[in-house]
């Protein structure tokens, strides 16, 4: 047997017992989810929420740690999906939706905190003008539409691996099969939900990530019909897949040459990676960039925006942009308190502190216990992929240990890290994480690394 197949025979072993425990330990967890499968199918409000053989439920959050219903405390590494970078309950956005709230928190009529938002998500991203929807779907959702009605085309592109949101547009090759995919030069569209129209397939087309000579190669072919390319700069949704260098130089350039627009979906990276987003950590602007998560306080926002010229097909361009909830007092209220009174220059310096400290101490376990792995450290946010080697796409992430995960999720669940069940997600840290929140993950992983070697 090879070094890889024990640790992988290991993994195996960890996960059993390990999820044995963690059933023992959450069932009340259990009672909830007989009781909520009742009302809501897979007994949650998204299917992203279900688990197997149900998922934990959580009762309350304070600072950095979550209780669920059983009564078990967490170090939140899970951050609502690349949400909660404010922490849970912090006072200045408590004290934000409070007075929100005595003030009346839903008008459908824009008000002064919309506007403050409008104003400083402009400021820090560089965006000529914004609009608000409500979740990172609306906002890819209604960015690709400005761009259609901005060119005048129907064609868009996307990258096999990424996720925009659950509108058909762009249900197409999130995480599609390996035996669907064919060879590492292809990437076809490939649907990732029952219900979705078989000719919305003819208008997405997919390419690899950093990959410019295949969206090039797209370009050669059809450009004239090819609204935008939509991508995430940095992929979050397959772990975290950072850009080559050149590579959204090459992708703006591209599209500037074929009147195509280029969209970044900063839903996960905008306010994470660094105060103005992938657009400032990696110095590339697009024409337009969606943004949700992390921005509204632990709201449900949402926004979009980018260039005047383009963002003009809402006010004297027909393109329909609206919605009742959109640019809420009690979400912007919170967001502006978030952005402005949280989310200071100094609060990105502890963030990076945290996540530095994070990915240096799984690496260092990796490397001592020679575990197929490695770190990434980005801000706010970061990873373990179990594979050696840094993901240069999805191809390279189903080459990821899907065991390794199912053994790491319910060994850190047991020992006080809340975390998500999947391989996809990654690590949010929150201002009102600690050294020592730190350190209990570091003391969780580097345990499991020992016992994974053996
Ligand atoms: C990159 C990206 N875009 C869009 C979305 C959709 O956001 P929402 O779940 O708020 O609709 C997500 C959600 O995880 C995402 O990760």
Redesign the pocket.
Known sequence: MSDVDAMLARGAEIAERETATLLANTQVSKTLYDEAVGTMPLGVG?S?QAGDPYPIYLDRGLGSHVWDVDGNEYVDGHGG??VNIVGHAHPKIIEAIEKAAHTGTHFAVTTRSTILMAEEISRRFGLDQVRFA???????MDAIRVARAATGREHIVKIEG?????HDA?MFSVVPNSDAIGGRDMASTIPMSTGIPKVTAEYTHVVPFNDAAAFEAILNERGSEIACLIL?PVM??IGICQPQPGYLARLRELCDQHGVVLIF?????GATVAEGGAIERYGVRPHLA?F??ALFGGT?G?AFGGDAAIMDVIAHGGCAQQGTFNGNPLVAAAGVAALTQVLTPEAYEQLAHLGSRLANGCQKAIDEYGIPAHAVDLGAKGCVSFRPEPLQNYRDFLETRPELFAAAYPWAVNRGVFMTPGDEEQWTLSVQHTDADIDRYVDMFSGFCAQLAG
């Open positions: 998204s992203f999906f690349g409500n979740s990172g779907t609306e906002a890819t990424s996720y925009h949101g659950h762009v995430e979050m949704n979906d900063e839903v996960k990276s969606c949700a998560k449900p949402a």
